[in-house]
C-alpha cells in the first residue's frame, strides 16, 4: 500500500484517531481527532488508562492485566450523541495506545437519503443537512468538508426554502417528527 494510500485512509475514516507514546504525548491525530479537539477535551480517563497500559507493558503483563477490549462510551454536554471510545496497544520497541473515537450520529438514525428524495434535495445539501443533524456549528461543517463557511450559509437557505422550514430548530423539528412517522402501509 501506497504512503499516498495510508494518508487518504487515515484522513477519511469517519473516526478519530490519536497516537499516544509511552509519555502520553499525542504523537499523532488525523482530521477527524482534530475536529474532535475542536469541540471537547479528551476524558481523563482516556490519560489513566493509557498509563495503566503502559506500566503493564513495562511489567510484561499486558494480556494479564488487559485481556480483551478496552473500551467505553461517554456522553458529553451539548452534543446529541453518544461517543465511543476503543484503545488498542503496539508493544513493540516503541510502544504505542491507540485511541480512536466513534460518534454515534443522530444522522444514522434518520433516512436521509429518504429526506434528500422527498426534498429534491442534492447530494452537497444532504452533506449539509447530515452534519446539521449532528449538531455541527457552520464553521465545524466547513471545515469537516472542505468548503467556505458561506457556501455552507449558502447551502442551509437552500434547504430551509426546499423543507419549508425558517431555522435550525424547526428542519430538526420536522426531521425528528419525519423519522418517528412509520412508512406508508407500516405499522411501528
Known sequence: ?????????INKCPMGLFVFNRRLDVVFRNKQASAFLLRYELPGE????SRRIFDAMSIGKLQELFPGEIFFAKKFDGSP?????????YEKSDPRVYLMIIEE???NKINLNEVRRQFKLTRRETDVLRRVVDGLKNAEIAYDIEISEQTIKDHLSNIYIKTGVENR???MRMLLQISETPP?????
Open 1 to 9: 500500500m501506497e504512503k499516498e494510500d495510508i494518508d487518504f485512509l
Open 169 to 171: 430548530m424547526a428542519l
Open 105 to 107: 450520529k443522530m444522522s
Open 184 to 188: 406508508e402501509g407500516k405499522t411501528p
Open 81 to 89: 450523541s453518544n461517543w465511543i471510545f476503543k484503545m488498542y496497544s
Open 46 to 49: 482516556i490519560y489513566e488508562i
